[in-house]
């Protein structure tokens, strides 16, 4: 079982514990934490608080969340000065303390990857970035497998909830044709596909039974030329962009821009 926390959701140990009594055992959870923006200066004191509050020794994963640091002034965009050597020593500290089973970071782009691969002296274990058939980030995928970073896909369905034409793969011809094709569910091909490219998709759902559908699509098998097909959809949709949106305090940062 995947258990996905963090620290900005104010996640408690009441969820742990919850997720505890769904498997037999506590080796049967995978669970990942992040660090947020506020805490680069202090990683393990992060770490440390985030462990307590969910009752854990330890997490199986420990991400950096952005590579951007916390905002002291939103008008005039200043940060903190914390560079992100420094954050990923602190990183690989708490890792050698035993606070985490392994580190990575989140919504890392390639160029800020090429200078951690010059200073780290662990490797990110996995890049957890949007990765669906509607922004695929082959060449960024492509080169994170290169060096040994595993590709961790969010929003793999890209907006499954929408309706809206051109915001969510689910109901992109190309995908509702495949699921005639393979007798499958839409989701259950977008998941095939991204696992079949090499990513760690992880879907979040509520329903048990779609919970189930996502986890079956493990068995679906897309040939060569559906992967492909799903990979050159030739659309470039952004469901999480710091540059766009109102969900982060430090305002509009092009994260993703060249």
């Not at 992040?34 to 004191?45: G, I, S, T």
């Not at 699921?179 to 760690?200: D, E, M």
Request: charged share 20%; with cysteine.
């Amino acid at each position: 079982l995947f258990f996905f926390s963090s620290r900005r959701r104010h996640t408690r140990s009441s969820l742990v514990s919850w997720a505890r009594r769904c498997v037999q055992e506590t080796e049967d959870l995978f669970i990942v934490n992040k660090l947020w923006n506020d805490a680069h200066d202090n990683v393990e004191q992060a770490i440390s608080e985030s462990l307590k509050k969910m009752k854990l020794d330890y997490f199986d994963l420990y991400l950096v969340h952005w590579p951007v640091n916390e905002c002291l002034d939103q008008e005039k965009l200043l940060f903190k000065k914390v560079p992100l050597y420094k954050t990923w020593k602190g990183m690989e500290d708490v890792y050698k303390k035993g606070l985490t089973k392994s580190i990575g970071v989140s919504n890392f782009n390639c160029q800020i990857l090429l200078d951690m691969m010059t200073y780290a002296e662990i490797i990110p274990a996995v890049n957890q970035i949007e990765l669906h058939p509607y922004l695929p980030q082959i060449n960024l995928v492509n080169y994170c497998k290169k060096v040994g970073i595993q590709p961790m896909a969010f929003a793999p369905l890209s907006a499954p909830g929408s309706t809206k034409p051109g915001t969510s793969a689910i109901i992109d011809p190309v995908v509702t044709e495949l699921a005639k094709k393979y007798s499958k569910s839409p989701a259950q091909i977008i998941l095939a596909w991204g696992l079949a490219r090499g990513h760690v998709v992880v879907p979040a759902s509520s329903s048990i039974e779609r919970i189930k559908e996502n986890l079956s699509a493990t068995s679906v098998v897309l040939n060569e030329e559906d992967i492909a097909a799903l990979s050159n959809l030739k659309k470039t949709l952004r469901i999480y962009d710091p540059a766009i949106g109102t969900f982060h305090p430090w305002g509009h940062i092009p994260v993703f821009e060249q």
